[in-house]
């Protein structure tokens, strides 16, 4: 279980996120939706430990982890919206990076893993400055989940990626909650949200519990004041 309970950030003068309080068992879905630079980016960025919040707490199974960025890294898969990719090495040399040198673990992931779903065999040893947008996403993904954590945070895992490959990701998705993992997703793409066990528009910096069935835009509509 991951319990978020009133987390903050302010850039300035600004409040980015007032509150935000959700909860996620293992095995569930939970949906991030919310209109461009609502904050979600942000709250993501907190919870993978890669900022810092100005107030606020997430445990997991009981233990206090955030701020905690090496109990982090052990738990938590962030796949960023942006990519984290090093452009001058070769797909293969990025996914090294991420296994830490575990050969046998890189070699079973590219055989039957993750990596092997995504089809990054297929340009392994190509550099990423010279792979497509779908391509650089796909290795982005197949890096996050090299740790194997139980909690997966994916900001937009869909954007640039062909309709095979989101398939074979939302393939992937439902065998890891079913494994007991937990997913955090933001997504405009309805399939990617009918995912969700629960879903959430982050709207003005507080984040509000919404029903499932409807798209992103028709929830961030419902949830504006």
Not at 126 to 150: D, E, F, Q
Not at 154 to 176: F, H, Q, S, V, W
Request: with cysteine.
């Amino acid at each position: 279980m991951i319990e978020v309970t009133d987390v903050w950030k302010r850039y300035k003068q600004k409040s980015v996120l007032e509150g935000v309080a959700f909860s996620a068992a293992p095995g569930e879905c939970v949906g991030i939706a919310g209109s461009n630079g609502c904050g979600k980016t942000t709250l993501f960025s907190v919870l993978s430990g890669t900022i810092k919040a100005d107030k606020g707490s997430m445990k997991y199974e009981g233990q206090e982890i955030l701020g905690s960025r090496r109990i982090i890294s052990e738990c938590i898969a962030y796949v960023p919206q942006e990519n984290p990719l090093m452009e001058e090495l070769t797909a293969k040399d990025n996914l090294r990076l991420y296994y830490r040198g575990d050969k046998k673990k890189l070699e079973a992931d590219l055989d039957h893993g993750t990596a092997a779903m995504l089809g990054i065999g297929d340009f392994l040893g190509t550099a990423v400055s010279r792979l497509s947008g779908g391509m650089k996403k796909r290795l982005s993904i197949a890096c996050a989940l090299s740790n194997h954590a139980p909690i997966l945070i994916m900001d937009e895992p869909g954007a640039a990626l062909d309709l095979i490959c989101k398939e074979d990701i939302r393939n992937y998705l439902t065998k890891y909650m079913a494994a007991g993992g937990t997913v955090l997703l933001s997504s405009h793409e309805l399939e990617e949200l009918s995912l969700c066990n629960k879903m959430y528009v982050l709207n003005h910096g507080k984040l509000d519990q919404a029903p499932i069935g409807m798209s992103a835009k028709e929830l961030v509509s419902r949830f504006e004041k």
